[in-house]
């Protein structure tokens, strides 16, 4: 029951912005869109989670559509550690509950 | 202070041997949960602590495992007479509260040879 899209790869040139895609099309209200990002043989790194509005940190920026059925996760400038595979989760508001699909394999070339 | 801790970081067992796996969640964080990564796999849930709460064990896949959290802290999982399938990384992750954001620590490798 997946509810995000992902695409299962790309690539990103080193220094360049990387824009991570992911479409969540049957979101609903209380919903958020979390990403999370896996770096070989470590744990889940949280990044970052929005509802509604674009939300910035010291790692991303996440844009969310005005309908919210899509999102695209900004890395402003992408080094080598950024290779990773990226999550793209709908999580619902109060619930515990985080389920990952397969993610997207980015691969950040020098 | 420090983030998530597991240990052991990797755990090589015989099939039919029991394990423990241990996870130390964040200072003060009263949620708790444990998922599997089996290789080149997602990651699949397997249960979750909140507070004194009955724990939700719907992901646990048979009876061979189980699960503790001693004093609304750390927390153990057991995987009793262990077969080759359970070969996997097992991740623990804590949050402040039942619906903040989980925190992941690096997992515990296990092979069962």
């Known amino acids: 029951d997946a509810k995000t899209t992902q695409p299962p790869s790309m690539d990103c040139a080193e220094g360049r912005a990387a824009n991570l895609p992911c479409n969540h099309s049957t979101i609903s209200g209380n919903e958020y869109v979390y990403w999370y990002r896996q770096i070989h043989s470590q744990g889940p790194q949280y990044i970052i989670h929005?509802?509604?509005n674009n939300e910035t940190n010291e790692m991303a920026s996440l844009i969310i559509t005005e309908d919210r059925k899509s999102s695209t996760l900004i890395l402003p400038h992408a080094t080598l550690r950024d290779t990773a595979v990226y999550y793209c989760?709908?999580?619902?508001?109060?619930?515990?509950?985080?389920?990952f699909g397969a993610g997207t394999t980015v691969t950040v070339r020098a | 202070g420090a983030g998530v801790s597991q240990s052991p970081s990797n755990k090589v067992t015989e099939k039919g041997k029991d394990v423990e796996l241990r996870c130390d969640p964040i200072s003060g964080h009263t949620a708790l949960y444990w998922y599997r990564q089996s290789l080149g796999q997602g990651l699949e849930f397997l249960i979750y602590f909140q507070g004194n709460s009955a724990p939700d064990k719907s992901g646990l896949p048979s009876d061979r495992f189980s699960a503790e959290r001693t004093g609304g802290s750390v927390s153990t999982l057991t995987i009793q007479r262990t077969q080759q399938e359970d070969s996997a990384v097992y991740l623990c992750?804590?949050?402040?509260?039942?619906?903040?954001?989980?925190?992941f620590g690096s997992g515990t490798q296990l092979s069962v040879l």
């Open positions: 992750a804590s949050s402040l509260e039942k619906a903040t954001t989980p925190f």
């Open positions: 929005g509802l509604k």
């Open positions: 989760i709908v999580r619902v508001e109060g619930d515990y509950k985080l389920s």
